[in-house]
C-alpha cells in the first residue's frame, strides 16, 4: 500500500513516558475518524535525541517537527495538517533568540550541526519491524562481508578507518578485533557492552531501542571476523524497551536467517543471546561483566590475561560496546577510508554525547569528533538557561573530569581530553553554570564511585569513602587548607594502586576540579565559604525587610518552622538556629526577598582567624 | 605451571632467574624478595584483591599486582621504592581504618598477617579517619567464630571453602563499603551448609575467623608444633599439632603432607581431640573404684586365662591401631594359644583387602560413581576432593544408593541401585557403550549415562562395604570390572579405616571379622579400645563382651559406652602413642609421632600388649622383633602381602 503521508511518532523511552502511547491512541483514532486510514501511515521511531522536547512526531514527506504532543494536540495535527494541510503552529518550537517558529528538524540548531551516523536510523524507523532497518538497506553489509569478504579485509577495514572503541577508553577497535582474530581457540566469543552506567549518558540504549538490528548485524559481521560462533549482549535490567526489542530483533533476525545456522547459506553459523546486568555499575567494567555473563558475582579480575585471549570461559572473546559496534555498518558499507575523514586525525568519526545539566538543548547529539567544547553547548545546545554564566562541562561521567571555560575551544578529541584532566568516557556532557560549587560536583561524582564500588580492593572499597569523608568536612566547612594536600595524597595513591578502571579514575572528579578551581576548596577551607552558595552549612538565608510585602508564603512553606513574624510590623524573619537551609522559602518568594549568602568569616577577622590557624 | 625454561630478570638491580610460567611473586620469593602479600594463598587461586604486592615493572606506565603478572624474560622490577613503601602503608591504613583492627583484645594478635604487616611498615598510627562501622559476629558453629570487625575481606577463606572444600558456603555480600562474607548469602554458621571443616580459620590471615577452643590459649610463638597422621578416617591427612604445657591447643593441616597439602575436615581439626573426657589413670578389676597396682592385674589375667583355656580367645583392635601394635597382637596371639583369632572392633573387614588407587586418581577423573557410600561423612577429605573435581573440573557424578548422601546435590544421576545392579550396569555400559533396558532409566538420564560410557573416558568407583538389613556383607564384585579390557577404570574402598590395611597385612588369617562372634559365646576376650570412642565400636565391645566370658579392656578414657570389664589397663592416646606407622586407604606407610609424652604408669597399647605377652607365656619373644625395621622394610612387606593377595584373588 503507498502512504500519501508518514507520522513518525517517536517510541523512544523518553517519549514513551511523557505518553507517546496516549498520543498514538488520538491519532489513530482521529485518523479513522476523518477516514485517513489508507493515506497515513503510523511508524514508532527510535529516540529522535531533543528529549526534553518529549513527545516528538514529525510528519513527512513534509518533515514537520511537532514537539510536545499532547493527545489533543494530536487530534488537532491530524485535523489540521494531515487532512488540510496546514501546519499546527501550537507545538512549533521556537527559536530562543528570535523567537521565530521553526518548523523542520533542519532548520533547529539542535539539529542542524549535528552528522548522524551511529545515530541514522533512529527517529527514522520502526526497530520492531525489520523490514524497515532492510529497507535503509540493512544487512547489506553481512552480505558484503560473508559475500566477498575474507576475515582480514573486514579487519583491514576497521584498521583503515581508524575507529577507535566509543566505550570510553579509545582503543584501536581494528587492532582488537585482530587481537581476537590471531588468538588461538577454537571457541570464542563476541560480546556487546551495554551496561551503560555513566549518571545522564544513554546513546547506548538509544541506539539499541531505535535501531537494534544494527548492533546485531555488527555483532554477526564481528563474530565472522574474529571466528565466534557464538555472542552475547550484556544489557543492564534498567533498560527493559531496549531487551525487549533487542529479543524481539533477535528473533526476527533468526527468522529470515540472519542469524543462527548457516547465514545467508554461506555456510556461516552465529546466534546471539541477551544477558541482563543487575544494575551494579562495575559490570561495564570488562572481566566484571564476563564474570557476570559467565554467572559469577560481577567483580573485575586482574589483567592480563585480556579478554581477547582468555575471556569467556577461558576463550578469546571480543568485547565492544554498543556505540562501537553501531559504527561497523557504515564502515563495511561505505569503508573504512570514508569514515577516517569523518572527525579528526587521531579520532576519527562521529561521537553521540548525552548533554545534559544547565542547558536548554538537552538530549543526545551526534558530532563529528573534533567539534570545540563551544560549538556543543552554545550551537547545539543552545547555551546556559537564564543568560548565567558557564562554569564548566563535566565530561566522561565519574571517571571524567570537569573543563573550564578557558579549555571551551578545545577540540573534543579523545586524547585532547584527556590533556585537560577529563576524558571522553561513554558520553555523558554535563553542563555547569554559575550556581554550582565544585567542591558539591566533585562530592557527588564521588558518592556515586562510594556506592558503586565492588568492595575487591581496599584503595576503592575504603580509599573512595575516605576521599568523600574529607569532601564532607570542605562541604561543612570544617576542613582546613592541610586537608587539600591529604586528598591530593590520596587520590595519587587511589590512582595508582585500585584494581581496576572504576578505582583507578574515582578520584579524577577531585583532581580536576583541584586542579581548575582550587580556589573554591580554598575559600571552603579558609574564609568557610561556598562561592557558588551551594553547601548547605556554609550559606544563611535572610529576608530583606525592604522587599518583604508580608505574605506569608515563605513561613507556609517552612518545614522547620524557622520563619516567623516580626514583631508588629506584617514582616517576616528567619531565625538562624532553626534553619535547614532547605532553599522553600527563596523558591516561593515572589518579590525576590529572600536571599542567600555565604559569609563565611569577614575579610576583617580573616587575616586573625589565619594567623590563629 | 611453572615450566622448567629458565628467565633471567633484573630485580631490585641484581639478576634474579626464574622459570617461566610463574609470576613475578613466585620470582621473588624463590630468591628471597619479601613482598608483602594479604590475599594471596599458594593454595588458591590468585584474584590480585589486596593490591599490596604491586611493583614498579620498567615499561609499564601503570604498576602491576605480582601475585598475578607473570614474570617475563628481560623484566627490570623494582620491589621496594619508597613510593611503593608509601602507598603499601597508605594500604594499610585504610584497611586498619575500615574496621575495627584494635590488636590487644583480638585472638590471632601475634598471628596476624595484617599486624605483622603493619609493624614492617612502621604504622604507629594511621592518617585517615576510622570507619569502623559495628558488625555481626556469627557464634552459631560450636568449633569457631566469625567476626566480621576483623574480616579484610581478602577473601582467602571463600576460595578455600569453593576450592579447596569444594563446598561453596562462603561468599561475598553486598558491594563497596557494605561489603561483608556471608554464610549461605546471608545465614549463619550453625545453620549453614557448612562442613565445618575449618579450612577457612586456618588460612584466615587476621582474627576474623578464629577457632574456639584454642581462643586465647597461646600465641604461635608460645606453641609447640608437631606433625604426624590424623586417627580419624582411611585417608591417612597430614595433621599439624600446637601444643603447650603438655596439651593439645590447636590442630591443623598438614601444608607438608601431600596427601592433603593443609586441608584437613572436621573430625581431624576438632573431633580428634577429646578435651572433657576422663583419662583412665590406674589398672583395675571390675568398676571404677577398685584400683590396684598393674601386678594384682596381670596375675589376674593369667587367672582369667587359664579360667577359660580351651575355648576360643579373641583380640579386639580398633582400626586405629598401630602396625607395632599389629605385632604384638601376632605375638599376643600366640601367647593365647591356638585357638585365638583378632578382629576389628569398629570395620568390617572384606575378604580380600588391598590398596586403593592413589588420590590423584580422583583429581583426574571424568566419571566418579559413587556407590552405596557417603564418604562426606566416612572420609571427608575425600569427599572434598570428589566435589572440587565434580564442581570445578566438570567430572560426572553418579551416585548410586538407596539413601540419601551428602553428596546428592552435586550429582549429575542418582541411581537406586544395589551394588550388584550397578556393576551389572556398568559392565553392560563399558561393553556396549550405552546401557541397556533392564534397568529402567528416564531417558535424560539415560542420556546422560550413556554419555559417561563414549569415549575412553576415566572412571572412578568409590565404594564401601556395607552390612545389609541382615547384616550381609555387601561388596561391589569389583573382579569382573576389571577384566573389562576397553574401560578405564580405578576403584576406592571408602570402609576402609584408620589402619585397617596395615592390621590386615600384619595379622593375615588370623584377622575375622567381628560378625562371627556377635551371640557366639567364647572365651578371653581382650579390647584394645585405645582412645577410640565411637558409638560404633562401643557397641561392639558390649556384644562381644556379653558372648565372652572374661573381658580384659585396654583404653584410654573412662567411657559409660564401654562394659565393666573383668580387668581395665590403662593406654596412652593416639597422640602419646610414640613414633609408629599406619598404612592408609591407598596403602601409603603413614608416620605417627609422638605428641605428648606420655602419663607416667601408662604404657602404649603396644607395650600393655606385650605385658600381657609376657605375662601369659613368658618364653615368648616379644612382637617387636617381628618388626620390620625402618620404612623401606615395611614397604617391601606390605608389598610382598599385597602381591600375594592379588595372586590369590586372581586364582
Known sequence: ?613 | MAGEKLINLNINGKPVEGKQGQTILEVCRGAGIEIPTLCYHPNLSIVGGCRMCMVEVEGSNKLLASCSTPAEDGMVILTHTEKLKEYRRLNLEFLFSERNHICPFCESSGACDLQNLGYEHNMESIRVEYLAPQLETDLSSPYFGLDHNRCILCTRCIRTCDEIEGIHTLDLVSRGGKTVVGVDLHGEFGTSTCTSCGACVQVCPTGALYDKMPSYRGRPQDLESKSTTCPGCGVGCGLTVQTRYEQIIRVIGDEACPINTGHTCRIGRYESISYEAERIQRPRLGAKSDSTDENTVLAKCKTLLSKTKGRKAVIGLTSRATLETGFEAKALLKALGDNAVATLLDVDLPPSTTPCGSYDKIMDADVIWLVDCNPARSAPVLASMVRRQVRKRAAKLIVCSKRRTDLDKYADIKLELTPSDVAKLMAQGFKDKCTDESIVLDSPRKKTLDQCFSGSLKHIVITSDRPDRHGQLQIFPKAELESLKDANLDFFNISVGTNTLGLSAVLGDQLVNRKDFVGKPFGLFIACVGDDMSEALSLTVRQLDAASEATVLLASYESEHNPIADVTLPVSTWWEEGPSHIVNMTGEIREVESILESKAGIRTTAATMRCLTATFDPDLKDGTGELPHGNRAIEDFLKNVWKERKAASNE
Open chain 1, 1 to 613: 500500500m503507498n502512504y500519501r503521508t508518514h507520522a513518525l511518532l517517536c517510541a523512544g523511552a523518553a517519549c514513551l513516558s511523557s505518553g507517546a502511547d496516549e498520543v498514538q491512541k488520538k491519532l489513530e483514532e482521529t485518523i479513522r475518524e476523518v477516514d485517513l486510514k489508507n493515506e497515513v501511515k503510523i511508524v514508532r521511531t527510535g529516540c529522535v535525541g531533543s528529549c526534553d522536547l518529549a513527545p516528538i512526531l514529525i510528519i513527512e514527506p513534509d518533515s514537520v517537527f511537532y514537539q510536545n504532543v499532547k493527545p489533543r494536540d494530536a487530534e488537532a495535527i491530524v485535523r489540521e495538517h494531515l487532512l488540510k494541510g496546514r501546519v499546527y503552529e501550537k507545538c512549533l518550537i521556537r527559536d530562543p533568540d528570535t523567537r521565530n517558529l521553526i518548523m523542520t528538524q533542519a532548520d533547529f540548531s539542535f539539529f542542524r550541526r549535528q552528522q548522524k551516523i551511529v545515530l541514522g536510523n533512529c527517529g527514522i524507523i520502526d526497530p520492531e519491524n525489520i523490514r524497515e532497518y532492510i529497507a535503509r538497506d540493512g544487512y547489506q553489509a553481512l552480505g558484503k562481508v560473508l559475500g566477498s569478504m575474507s576475515a582480514d579485509e573486514v579487519i583491514s577495514e576497521l584498521e583503515t578507518s581508524r575507529l577507535r572503541g566509543r566505550g570510553g577508553a579509545g582503543f584501536p577497535v581494528g587492532r582488537k578485533w585482530r587481537f581476537v582474530c590471531n588468538a588461538p581457540g577454537d571457541k570464542k566469543f563476541v560480546v556487546c557492552n551495554a551496561d551503560e552506567g555513566d549518571p545522564g549518558a544513554f546513546m547506548d540504549r538509544s541506539v539499541l531501542e531505535g535501531d537494534p538490528h544494527r548492533v546485531l548485524e555488527a555483532m554477526t559481521i564481528a563474530g565472522f571476523a574474529v571466528g565466534a560462533q557464538r555472542g552475547f549482549l550484556y544489557i543492564r535490567a534498567e533498560y527493559p524497551l531496549a531487551i525487549r526489542r533487542v529479543e524481539l530483533a533477535i528473533q526476527q533476525a533468526r527468522e529470515l536467517n540472519l542469524l543462527g545456522e548457516n547465514i545467508l547459506n554461506t555456510g556461516f553459523s552465529f546466534d546471539l543471546e541477551v544477558r541482563v546486568g543487575a544494575g551494579a555499575f562495575v559490570c561495564g567494567e570488562e572481566t566484571a561483566l564476563l564474570a557476570s555473563i559467565q554467572g559469577q558475582r560481577g567483580m573485575p579480575r586482574p589483567r592480563p590475561p585480556f579478554p581477547a585471549i582468555k575471556g569467556l570461559w577461558g576463550c578469546p572473546t571480543l568485547l565492544n560496546n554498543v556505540e562501537t559496534y553501531a559504527n561497523i555498518v557504515p564502515i563495511i558499507t561505505n569503508g573504512g577510508e570514508w569514515f577516517s575523514k569523518i572527525g579528526t586525525e587521531r579520532s576519527t568519526g562521529t561521537k553521540v554525547f548525552a548533554l545534559a545539566g544547565k542547558i536548554n538543548n538537552t538530549g543526545l547529539v551526534e558530532v563529528p569528533m573534533g567539534m570545540t567544547l563551544r560549538e556543543i553547548i552554545y550551537e547545539i545546545g543552545g547555551g546556559i538557561p537564564g543568560g548565567k554564566k558557564f562554569k564548566a562541562a563535566q565530561t566522561g561521567g565519574p571517571s571524567g573530569g570537569c573543563i573550564p571555560e578557558e579549555h571551551l575551544d578545545t577540540p573534543v578529541e579523545y586524547d585532547t581530553l584527556m590533556e585537560i584532566g577529563s576524558m571522553m568516557g561513554s558520553g555523558g556532557l554535563i553542563v555547569m553554570d554559575e550556581d554550582s560549587c565544585m567542591v558539591d560536583v566533585a562530592k557527588f561524582f564521588l558518592e556515586f564511585c562510594v556506592d558503586e564500588s565492588c568492595g575487591k580492593c581496599p584503595p576503592c572499597r575504603v580509599g573512595t569513602r575516605q576521599m568523600h569523608r574529607i569532601l564532607e568536612k570542605f562541604t561543612r566547612g570544617e576542613a582546613e587548607l592541610e586537608d587539600i594536600e591529604k586528598l591530593e595524597n590520596l587520590t595519587e595513591m587511589i590512582q595508582k594502586m585500585s584494581l581496576c578502571g572504576l578505582g583507578q579514575t574515582s578520584p579524577n572528579p577531585i583532581l580536576s576540579t583541584l586542579h581548575h578551581f582550587r580556589e573554591e576548596y580554598v575559600a571552603h577551607a579558609i574564609e568557610k565559604r561556598c562561592p557558588a552558595k551551594v553547601c548547605s552549612a556554609l550559606v544563611q538565608y535572610s529576608i530583606d525587610e525592604e522587599k518583604c510585602t508580608g505574605c506569608g508564603l515563605c513561613s507556609r512553606v517552612c518545614p522547620v518552622e524557622a520563619i516567623t513574624k516580626v514583631d508588629d510590623r506584617k514582616l517576616f524573619a528567619i531565625e538562624e538556629t532553626r534553619c535547614t537551609r532547605c532553599g522553600a522559602c527563596l523558591d516561593v518568594c515572589r518579590v525576590d526577598a529572600v536571599t542567600k549568602t555565604s559569609v563565611g568569616i569577614p575579610a576583617e577577622e580573616r587575616e586573625e582567624w589565619l594567623a590563629k590557624n
